[in-house]
């Protein structure tokens, strides 16, 4: 709830301040009410004072006093301020009382004119201080609206707002809106301080909680009372309330509060570790591992309307001396733009019970791996420890905290969605996961691949807990990768209970602004991009591309304000960058502009997967299909390597929602094998002296042919000379041979296709008796048989891409040597794969084809038995030993 007051300011007449009660009755103007808004200070406030300490106060200012107050709270609006022109320049100076503590206060000036500038200062100890902070406000929300954030208990502020225009004779309102709570909060935190200074803990505990009811941002509040639950031995309600205090502003003073707190209680933690490592000794999985979490405690406390607090603590101990030489750091990962670290902390318990805490100066931020600051602004953070020497034994206990920042529903709650991981890097003898919110919320909580079923508890204080136990587990990580690893772990899932996915897609859709009102024109240079006499298909491949390729790839968190707003378009091609919601909405201009119709896709990109059984804003990617032809084309234009009209290879057979016509989850389909093929063809001739040689071709098209041309144009940028880019690119596909000539054609206006040839040497002919034997291998980069080799295929499996691969070579003999044969493989041919192979021999030549195909990215049920002999047919097709025998006289 927001209160307002106002008051016009006309000529250069004094103000006059004018209120209204909280049901809108005006107030009446006494003579004594009109003294407390004079020129000088609001005497309220240093009448308080005086009421406060009980001295040099008359019996009438008392009545003053206490009139005031109770003016102030019938009108509900605690702040006195009063108006009045500027000297020196166009605009006017307000001055506030604030004695309480305000989060924030807003001004907006409804006028038409620009707000150009404004100087806050602060009266304390009798005087306006010296410093003043002076800024050009950009507006938050609407023109003209400056906000201003309070962190002082008790203060007096002097605004002075510069407005572009104005004149004296101008009529204009300001509307001053301030705080979100009502008066009681700052008597009842007045008076938890003065119980607490008696010593009366109880007393002083009910009125912090009913100040804290009242203003539940206060973060000085919240601060206060969690030092009163230590000082009264309440670790965990000290700890709620320093957590808390910490994501409203006070950081610092939390922080060393939670320090204090952890600290006294770490002699349970050390005393916890012991036992746990005898229990984890008896673990067969934990035996021949180098390190073991023994403990793993995530605790997800929800209920702080737009944040939720991430508490997370792993003992993690060292089994052997390799490992004990080899640990060099301990990490986590944060997301630096909607993230705060809170706290961290790392101790070594060693064996013989001594304790070392890591220093400030063992800890720091980096970049990700995978972070290319090039093109992304916002990334994932690796937040590490250096270890310092370890032995054999040693348990690390890691400890962190973070604050998550929420998005807001219509309703005004958080709209949250909780996905937990139950093991860690390391196999895990014991995992728990506690999800705290109040108990007045409808939240559904479940466990998933599979994960027991939380248990749900209500406690005394209004508050419920779901909490999920699994021992012994593994990290499936061994020759998988992380989206295989997301769907075979164990998980926790959160979010709100009753919600179908149409209110999901409704919020969603007005999240990825596709609804802009008055409509967008498609900017003047996509315009030009999809003019011309040429069919609908084009003209959608040139928009599509110019989106694509123009506009870098960049996440700006400070753009999102733009989304939903007229003029949006423009916005994004005068910056020359967007992130997956820019560019979806200008292809959807695009195609609306072709009379094409469209839809927003919505996918989860990170996770992989959507849970299905929990409807919730799981999404962090945004896509467009559009109808042609009466089928689906699916278009995302964040990605540089998928071709147009396919949808990047992780993302074919995931669940997306639909926002367009009927809000429902559908999947996205996987495209068939012929969509990305690589052909090698090599014909080879036999010399007199023994050597194989002869010509090459390479032709690669689909997302292997853009990968391949791309990383062909980035090798030879910089290279001195092509030729060594050359044998490189040759050494991808045809290992060991010798490039002698070479040739890379260009297909311009066509996406995903390259094309190497030349002419090579395969070697020499080895001598096996009386015969001689030349053994040809290729290497299809794009199908990893070595990673996949390691993999367990009694669950569901996902190979890399749907593709066909041709590999095909003509041998012929001379007047020396006949060819007699080669190896030949069986056939295979299954729902999800197919090798097959063709021979021609005669005397002087043979011609062998090979086709290996990937028919399906997922591969379910008893169909993953037949895997292990598809591999290994696999295998022995990219790889073929060519017989000769000398016919001419020897050398």
């Known amino acids: 709830m927001e209160y307002l007051a106002f008051g ?74 009063h108006l009045k022109p500027t000297e020196d320049s166009p605009g006017i100076e307000v001055e ?35 410093e003043a902070v002076t800024w050009v406000p950009q507006p938050l929300h609407e023109r003209g609206a400056l906000f201003v954030g309070f962190k002082r208990l008790a203060l007096t502020t002097r605004i002075r707002a510069f407005i572009e225009g104005l004149k004296r004779e101008d009529e204009f309102e300001v509307i001053v809106l301030v705080g979100e709570y009502p008066y009681e909060d700052w008597l009842a935190l007045r008076e938890a301080r003065q119980l607490a200074a008696q010593g009366k803990n109880r007393g002083a505990e009910s009125e912090y909680l009913r100040s804290l009811k009242l203003a539940p941002k206060n973060g000085a509040a919240a601060l206060e009372v969690a030092q009163l639950f230590f000082n009264r031995d309440v670790p965990k309600q000290a700890e709620r309330w320093a957590l808390a205090a910490g994501a409203y502003g006070d950081t610092k003073g939390a922080s060393d509060l939670l320090r204090t707190i952890y600290e006294k209680s770490g002699a349970d933690f050390a005393a916890e570790a012991p036992k746990l490592s005898a229990q984890a000794a008896r673990w067969p999985g934990g035996k021949h591992r180098g390190a073991v979490c023994l403990l793993m405690h995530q605790n997800y406390w929800l209920g702080f309307t737009s944040w939720h607090l991430v508490k997370h603590r792993s003992l993690i101990e060292v089994r052997r001396r390799a490992a004990a030489r080899m640990f060099r750091r301990l990490q986590f990962q944060l997301t630096p733009q909607n993230e705060h670290l809170l706290f961290a902390r790392l101790r070594i318990l060693q064996q013989d019970g001594k304790i070392k805490t890591a220093s400030e100066e063992q800890f720091t931020l980096t970049d990700s791996p995978e972070h290319d600051p090039a093109v992304r602004t916002a990334e994932k953070k690796d937040a590490s420890f250096f270890l310092p020497e370890l032995h054999n034994g040693d348990i690390l206990e890691l400890e962190y905290c973070i604050v998550h920042d929420n998005a807001l529903l219509e309703n005004g709650l958080p709209n949250f969605f909780l996905i937990v991981d139950l093991v860690s890097d390391f196999p895990t003898f014991k995992s728990i996961v506690d999800i705290v919110c109040p108990a007045a919320w409808a939240v559904k909580c479940i466990g998933i691949h599979p ?94 591309n110019w989106v694509r390729d123009r506009l870098k790839y960049m996440s700006l968190p400070s753009a999102k304000g733009r989304i939903a707003k007229h003029g949006r378009a423009q916005q994004i091609i005068d910056t020359g960058v967007g992130d997956c919601h820019d560019k ?19 996918v989860s990109a990170n996770n992989g997967f959507v ?93 292997p042919g853009r990968w391949s041309d791309d990383r062909w144009k980035s090798l030879t940028m910089g290279a001195p000379d092509p030729s060594q880019v050359a044998q490189l690119v040759l050494s ?84 020396h040597w006949r060819i007699e044969g080669a ?14 192979e063709r021979q021609t021999r ?50």
């Not at 000529?11 to 049901?23: I, L, M, Q, V």
């Not at 009421?51 to 702040?79: K, M």
């Not at 979806?584 to 919505?602: K, P, Q």
């Open 451 to 544: 994960a027991a079923k939380p248990i749900h508890t209500r406690s005394e204080d209004g508050w419920q807990t779901y909490t999920t136990e699994g021992q012994k587990l593994i990290a499936d990580d061994w020759g998988t990768s992380s989206y295989e690893r997301m769907l075979h772990n164990p998980h926790v899932c959160c979010s709100w209970d009753n919600r179908s996915w149409e209110d999901v897609g409704r919020h969603e859709l007005r999240a990825v602004g596709a609804t802009v009102e008055p409509p967008d024109p498609l900017p003047e240079v996509l315009t030009e991009a999809i003019k011309g006499d040429h069919p609908v298909t084009r003209k959608l491949e040139s928009g599509f």
């Open 823 to 836: 190896s030949t493989i069986p056939n295979f041919d299954a729902d999800f794969g197919a090798v097959t």
């Open 8 to 81: 016009w300011l006309r000529g250069r007449s004094s103000p006059t301040c004018r209120g209204k009660t909280a049901r809108g009755e005006p107030v009446s103007d006494k003579s004594d009410l009109d003294s407390i808004f004079s020129d000088s200070l609001p005497r309220s406030l240093r009448l308080s004072r005086r009421l406060d300490h009980e001295e040099g106060s008359t019996f009438r200012q008392r009545v003053i006093a206490r009139w005031t107050a109770s003016f102030r709270r019938r009108i509900a609006l605690p702040e006195e301020y």
């Open 611 to 703: 849970v299905r059984e929990l409807p919730a804003g799981q999404f962090d990617h945004v896509l467009i299909r559009t109808k042609l032809n009466n089928e689906w084309l699916y278009l995302d234009a964040t990605d540089t390597i998928t071709p147009f009209g396919c949808v990047p290879s992780d993302l074919q057979g995931h669940s997306a929602l639909r926002l367009g016509g009927q809000v429902q989850l559908v999947t996205i389909p996987e495209n068939s094998p012929a969509t990305n093929s690589i052909a090698i063809s090599e014909i080879l001739e036999c010399s007199d002296a023994g050597d194989l040689q002869g010509q090459f071709r390479v032709a690669i098209s689909g997302v």
């Open 732 to 815: 991808d596909h045809l290992p060991l041979a010798h490039l002698e000539q070479w040739e890379v054609a260009d297909y311009p206006g066509e996406n995903g296709r390259f094309v190497f040839s030349g002419q090579h040497l395969r070697g020499r002919l080895t001598k096996i008796g009386e015969r001689r034997v030349s053994f040809i291998k290729w290497n299809p980069v794009f199908f990893p048989c070595e990673m996949l080799r390691n993999r367990r295929w009694d669950r569901l499996a996902i190979f890399p891409m749907p593709l066909t691969l041709t590999l095909s070579v003509e041998v012929r003999g001379s007047g």
């Open 584 to 602: 979806a909405y200008l292809v959807h201009l695009i195609c609306r502009e072709l009379d094409l119709e469209t839809e927003f896709l919505l």
């Open 96 to 130: 506030f009382a604030a004695p309480r503590v305000p989060l924030g206060l807003t001004i907006r000036f409804e006028s038409d004119r620009k707000l150009t500038g404004a100087t806050v200062q602060v009266w304390e100890g009798g005087r306006w201080r010296a």
């Open 842 to 891: 005669t005397q002087s030549q043979l011609v062998l084809t090979r086709t290996l195909i990937v028919k399906k990215k997922f591969i379910h049920g008893s169909a993953t038995k037949r895997i292990p002999d598809f591999l290994k047919v696999f295998e022995d097709a990219l790889q073929v030993s060519l017989l000769f025998r000398r016919i001419g006289p020897r050398n």
